[in-house]
């Protein structure tokens, strides 16, 4: 229970830039020599993909939306007073519960102007005190929310290559029950759309109503490929039934009067109430933070929902509105829309030097942005100096040691090496990390991202030894985290015991990176880079049959998706 909360948490509070120099990286090299790293996938196409309905004219599923793949937080579950009775609390603990968690919704709000170290160490430091009165409160029943948890989540959660092992799936009932959740969610979205509903997926399944018959029709349809000792898992997994009313609450995030909201069902704010046209002070705020939530997780889509949201309830020129731009364009830049996102910083920029001045921390993150879209049209001169600009602001109002310092750092040293500056990107790249690792700690997704950068860098450069060192520390840190990005310093080692010859050690990470790829997903197209370079090592050792055998993997996997894209509508 503590580990996914944790998990959360991180994802709630750490925001990166997405590197270039990551972007690419894990399917294209080859064995020897090393291969060049092909051109990063054309985003606005990318972005038209995404907005298309998972069985829109065209093109095929790219999955379930997230509100359907939602489980439910437990920071959350303690927000519903049915849950906390569910459990039998009395109201000293109860109260002890609520206390903690309205601690860690005050944590985790957009607060204007605070520095990014600070609010880090202020959100770390409500989840560790949130952890600890869960624990110290529940004792025992610890069991009983997790769970209520599996019933909020429902059974095609437990059909993912995460969970399968609790209830020890085979690959047959896996590819079997994906068909399964794929048919019932088209055949849902399908006969919503032919009675005239006319959304998108991602709104479509935020409904309590159609992601309560989701969970329900697929479960019932899922349950019959279970054996009898895995139902028996199953009835053991999600314990006694909730009453009606209470999963509905478990399954749609909506809280109590205390408690906060969740991904699937925001709070509804009144247009027009409050003052400054738009609703309340604090519901643009709110707002904001959804969009940075959503952003961290990977869902830009939604961080785009949420800014807009925002911006509809900051109709006045003010600071906060200015925030929301920034948000906006933060999701943006993700997904690829760099002229949208320059529009969006114009705005914020012309309300912040007329309501903060030249030198404050919103300056600095926009124009931190703005170097961004300078990177996505390939301007890199104009990138490096905006980034620059921003490094000088920050220096001066968030520190030189800040986060939002190294983020400038990483984002210069990255650009560096795209100008084949390789010293300058040493330099920067060495101090990102050397900043991030004094303020986020050794162990940190971030970390891990400049230490792979790093080591990158080093491949580049011939420096096996520091490569191998930054390498291998990307490797432990992602591994510790269960991140997947795990695959990056896999290849990257995989890469660089090949360029020094050294086979055996060669073999060994290629099969480990290869085993993680099809773990992940099964038939993915993930599993082509490692399958040839390991085809391509074994080749070089003299192990032609084993070679072969491996070659023919691949053939067979790249067929086998030609043949799938060949099929889609």
Not at 30 to 48: E, G, Q, R
Not at 460 to 467: G, I, P
Not at 501 to 516: F, G, H, I, P, Y
Request: charged fraction near 25%; hydrophobic fraction near 40%; glycine fraction near 6%.
């Amino acid at each position: 229970m503590f580990y996914r909360m944790r998990a959360f948490a991180v994802a709630v509070i750490v925001v990166g830039v997405a590197s270039p120099f990551v972007a690419g990286q894990a399917e294209n090299d080859k064995a020897d020599p090393p291969a060049k790293k092909a051109p990063a996938a054309d985003a606005k196409k990318k972005k038209a993909r995404d907005d298309l309905p998972p069985f829109g004219k065209g093109k095929a599923a790219k999955g379930l939306p997230v509100a359907l793949t939602y489980w439910p937080p437990t920071s959350q579950l303690i927000g519903i007073d049915e849950v906390l009775r569910e459990l039998k609390l009395d109201d000293k603990q109860q109260d002890t519960l609520k206390k903690a968690q309205k601690a860690y919704q005050d944590a985790m709000l957009f607060q204007p102007g605070m520095n990014i170290n600070d609010r880090l160490k202020k959100q770390q430091e409500a989840v560790n005190k949130l952890e600890e009165a869960i624990k110290d409160t529940l004792k025992d029943k610890t069991k009983r929310l997790d769970q209520i948890a599996a019933q909020g989540a429902g059974l095609h959660a437990y059909f993912t290559p995460a969970r399968r092992q609790q209830l020890e799936l085979t690959d047959e009932q896996l590819t079997k029950g994906k068909a399964i959740i794929d048919a019932t969610y088209k055949e849902l979205y399908d006969n919503a759309m032919k009675g005239g509903l006319k959304t998108s997926p991602a709104v479509f399944a935020r409904s309590p109503e159609n992601r309560g018959n989701f969970i329900n029709q697929s479960t019932i349809k899922l349950l019959e490929l279970l054996t009898k000792e895995q139902n028996k898992r199953w009835l053991d997994i999600v314990g006694d039934p909730l009453q009606p009313e209470v999963l509905l609450k478990v399954r749609t995030g909506t809280t109590s009067g205390f408690g906060g909201f969740g991904p699937i069902n925001p709070p509804i704010f009144n247009p027009k109430g409050g003052p400054g046209k738009g609703g309340p002070p604090g519901a643009a705020a709110t707002r904001i933070t959804a969009s940075q939530r959503a952003l961290a997780m990977g869902n830009y889509a939604e961080a785009e929902t949420f800014a807009r949201q925002a911006l509809d309830l900051a109709k006045e020129p003010t600071v906060v509105r200015g925030e929301a731009l920034v948000a906006l364009a933060a999701a943006q830049v993700k997904l690829g829309r760099a002229a949208d996102a320059e529009s969006s910083l114009k705005d914020a920029m012309a309300l912040f030097e007329k309501k903060v001045g030249p030198y404050n921390p919103r300056i600095a993150a926009a124009l931190t942005l703005q170097g961004d879209c300078a990177d996505l049209r390939g301007q890199l001169e104009q990138a490096d100096k905006l980034h620059r600009k921003a490094l000088e602001l920050n220096e001066k109002v968030a520190g030189a040691n800040s986060g939002e310092a190294a983020v400038n750092w990483n984002a210069i040293g990255l650009i560096a090496i795209r100008q084949q500056k390789l010293a300058e990107a040493e330099l920067a790249l060495r101090k990102a990390l050397e900043i991030r690792e004094n303020t986020l700690g050794k162990v940190h997704v971030i970390v891990a991202q400049s230490a792979f950068n790093l080591g990158q860098l080093y491949r580049n450069l011939k420096k096996y030894k520091e490569a191998e060192q930054n390498g291998l520390r990307a490797l432990d840190i992602y591994s510790q985290l269960d991140h997947p990005d795990v695959v990056l310093p896999m290849n990257l080692m995989s890469s660089l015991y090949v360029e020094q010859k050294r086979w055996n050690e060669a073999e060994k990470q290629t099969q480990a990176w290869l085993q993680l790829t099809e773990k992940a997903a099964k038939d993915s197209a993930s599993s082509l880079a490692p399958l040839d370079r390991l085809a391509s090592i074994l080749t070089t050792m003299g192990r032609a049959e084993e070679a072969a055998a491996v070659d023919q993997r691949r053939k067979s996997l790249r067929d086998k998706l030609a043949a799938a894209k060949k099929t889609m509508p």
